[in-house]
């Protein structure tokens, strides 16, 4: 099993451009999250999906972020337009259970996202 | 307010030494407690998970407690190896609605 998988794993951008990171689920696995992760402010949840519908968004910081899951096998997470402040690490993570919130979840390696 | 509060933030032990980390946690009513560790440039991955009734659980040299009167949890590390520098995170779930809360990590340093 390759575990949850990331791309890219490294993105360096210019203020403003659009970034989109993506995120391959452990097949089978029935609950999708995004998270961003800073020295400040630890983990943080942006957004949470249960067979591929968003059930949780509150976490996303503002309208410059999106979240699509378009079917079992893979999501993305695009912001529009970056900022300097969006310098995170990105990671996916996936559970095998529906409704998964105090399950285990199963990270990606992470994105590490830089803005200029 | 819901809140996981770890301690130390940092820590420096010796190869070979016992260390044990903190979580204390306000999250109410209480669901269950997962411990994960996390190595530098990569995601976390789960140690133990603790529930309501269960007082202590052991994952190898890694041995969670769990005291949900006080609300609070502990990580006890035996014999601590070079592969333990890492950050140990705290993440308590409520038995109600869709959220969970996370701790900001304790990051150990394992020094020969």
């Known amino acids: 099993d390759a575990g949850v998988i990331q791309s890219p794993r490294h993105e360096v951008t210019e203020m403003g451009q659009e970034v989109t990171l993506r995120c391959k689920p452990i097949?089978?696995?029935?609950?999708l999250f995004w998270y961003r992760q800073t020295m400040m402010r630890g983990l943080e949840l942006l957004i949470y999906f249960n067979n591929n519908v968003p059930i949780d968004d509150s976490g996303m910081p503002e309208d410059r972020f999106s979240a699509k899951m378009p079917n079992a096998s893979f999501s993305t997470l695009k912001i529009q337009p970056s900022e300097p402040r969006d310098s995170a690490v990105y990671f996916c993570?996936?559970?095998?259970?529906?409704?998964?919130?105090?399950?285990?979840?199963?990270f990606g390696p992470g994105t590490r996202l830089t803005v200029l | 307010k819901n809140q996981v509060e770890q301690s130390p933030q940092s820590l420096i032990i010796l190869e070979g030494k016992n260390c044990t980390l903190q979580?204390?946690?306000?999250?109410?009513?209480?669901?269950?407690l997962r411990w994960y560790k996390q190595d530098t440039g990569r995601g976390p991955v789960s140690l133990t998970i603790?529930?309501?009734?269960?007082n202590t659980k052991s994952n190898g040299r890694y041995t969670a407690t769990l005291d949900a009167d006080t609300k609070q949890s502990s990580l006890h590390i035996t014999a601590s190896q070079l592969s333990d520098s890492a950050s140990y995170i705290c993440?308590?779930?409520?038995?109600?609605?869709?959220?969970?809360?996370f701790g900001t990590g304790t990051s150990l340093t394992v020094i020969p």
């Open positions: 993440v308590v779930s409520p038995n109600t609605g869709n959220q969970f809360y």
């Open positions: 603790m529930t309501f009734s269960e």
């Open positions: 993570a996936s559970s095998p259970v529906a409704g998964g919130y105090g399950n285990e979840q199963f």
């Open positions: 097949s089978g696995h029935n609950s």
């Open positions: 979580c204390n946690y306000t999250v109410s009513p209480f669901s269950n």
